[in-house]
Structure formats: C-alpha cells, structure tokens
C-alpha cells in the first residue's frame, strides 16, 4: 500500500522545539521530491519547505527561515522538518507530499499532524 504518514505533531510552548517525520510505505521516497505544508485554521494551505530528490536542495518559506529544517534519512524512508524557535502563528496542521522530479503536481499526500504553540 502506497501511503505517506506524518507523526511528530504536538502542543509545544513559544520558543520550543518539535521534529515532524514524514514516513513512505509502497514506495522509495529518496527517488521523490518532498514538500512540507501548513494549513493553520482559517487560512489558505502554505509552502512551508521543499527538498529535491536530485541535489537534495531545501527550500523554505519567508516565514519559518532560519528556525525550520527539512532533511532526509533514506535507511528509514524519511523525510523530518525539524522545527526551531516555534511561535503562536506556527499553529497549523502539517502535511507532507511527495512528487516525481518533473511532475508539476505531487503524486502523494500523508492525512496530517496538529501542531500547536500556545502557552
């Protein structure tokens, strides 16, 4: 069964810390590009980081610069976000997607992990 799986979401302090993991079953995710996502409640869906199946290069939003990074563990299938310095507007649910190079659109969605910073 080709599936994605996000873990790792939690209710953190401001300033705290969390890693999200992103898990692959049914396929080898070191061959695919990888997004993370947001979507905190009532806003539209946001980009929040990208790292390519080629160079593995990362990309990240204005927003989370500087305190999120994205990178791979291929033994395990993975794809981690590890969030630093988390603020209040960080809530959201996160979601990670996979994609062949060259598609424009990404072939895998996992269902989502909450993530909440509140004091």
């Known amino acids: 069964q080709v599936q994605l799986v996000e873990s790792g979401g939690d209710l953190v302090s401001p300033g705290g810390s969390l890693t999200l993991s992103c898990t692959a079953s049914g396929f080898t995710l070191q061959y695919y590009a990888v997004g993370w996502f947001r979507r905190a409640p009532g806003k539209e869906r946001e980009g929040v980081s990208h790292i390519s199946n080629r160079d593995n290069g990362k990309y990240y939003g204005d927003s989370v610069k500087e305190r999120f990074t994205i990178f791979r563990d291929n033994a395990k299938n993975r794809v981690y976000l590890q969030m630093n310095s988390l603020k209040p507007e960080d809530t959201a649910v996160y979601y990670c997607?996979?994609?062949?190079?060259?598609?424009?659109?990404?072939?895998?969605w996992g269902q989502g992990t909450r993530v909440t910073v509140s004091s």
């Open positions: 997607a996979a994609k062949r190079a060259g598609d424009a659109s990404y072939d895998y």
